[in-house]
């Protein structure tokens, strides 16, 4: 059974930036992009991007485009987002999420990880 | 990069049934079959109900059931329970390989 397990908890100033992990298991690297989405305190879901782990091809919502990127370290199975330039607006839980290739749809999902922007 | 569009809240009687709306366009809900549905429980991550606009994963109960018309999807929960009361969320591939999700549509069940 998949399983996907984020990083714990996040403090940062704002202007800094984030870098959250979220390893695979129970399955290689083939065959699936991994999803970033996120939600703010009582607000709805937002896709950030994505990236196919197996080549690290990459596709970003404009909203982010030029302060996140998203890498993978094969040999672990371990996908990370990294978010800078950081402000209160950013403060959120962030999801990571697999979809099999081409298919449109999000599942199993990593547990979630709080990232609080705060001076 | 707009939402799609759902209602904030619907609410239902034990046995039930409700529909919760999805509405996008032709570049996203009306253009493709990638429409899938997730449930949230609080402090939860969120959960697929619903992929490619109708079909349900294996160990979601059948009284949950989808479909499209035009740019406007909708999730069917039929004979409502308790269990049920949580956060819907619809999502659709859009041009240009990004997704898009609704804006949520939060469960009542009276």
């Known amino acids: 059974q998949v399983q996907l397990v984020q990083s714990g908890a996040e403090v940062k100033e704002p202007g800094a930036s984030v870098k959250v992990s979220c390893k695979t298991y129970?399955?290689?690297?083939?065959?699936?992009?991994i999803h970033w989405v996120r939600q703010a305190p009582g607000q709805g879901l937002e896709w950030m991007g994505t990236?196919?782990?197996?080549?690290?091809?990459?596709s970003y919502a404009q909203k982010f485009q030029g302060r996140v990127t998203m890498t993978r370290d094969t040999s672990t199975t371990t996908v990370y987002m990294e978010l800078s330039s950081l402000r209160s607006e950013d403060t959120a839980v962030y999801y990571c999420?697999?979809?099999?290739?081409?298919?449109?749809?999000?599942?199993?999902w990593g547990q979630g990880t709080l990232v609080t922007v705060s001076s | 990069q707009s939402a799609l569009t759902q209602p904030a809240s619907v609410s239902g009687s034990p046995g039930q049934s409700i529909t919760i709306s999805c509405t996008g366009t032709?570049?996203?809900?009306?253009?493709?079959?990638?429409v899938s549905w997730y449930q949230q429980h609080p402090g939860k991550a969120p959960k697929l109900m619903i992929y490619?606009?109708?079909n349900r994963p294996s160990g979601v109960s059948n009284r949950f059931s989808g479909s499209k018309s035009g740019d406007t999807a909708s999730l069917t929960i039929s004979g409502l329970q308790a269990e049920d009361e949580a956060d819907y969320y619809c999502?659709?591939?859009?041009?240009?390989?990004?997704?898009?999700f609704g804006t949520g549509t939060k469960v009542t069940v009276l």
């Open positions: 999420a697999r979809e099999p290739t081409n298919t449109g749809w999000f599942d199993p």
């Open positions: 129970g399955s290689t690297f083939s065959n699936y992009f």
């Open positions: 990236i196919n782990p197996s080549v690290g091809s990459t």
């Open positions: 032709s570049s996203d809900v009306g253009g493709y079959k990638y």
């Open positions: 490619d606009v109708s």
């Open positions: 999502s659709s591939y859009r041009t240009s390989s990004t997704f898009v």
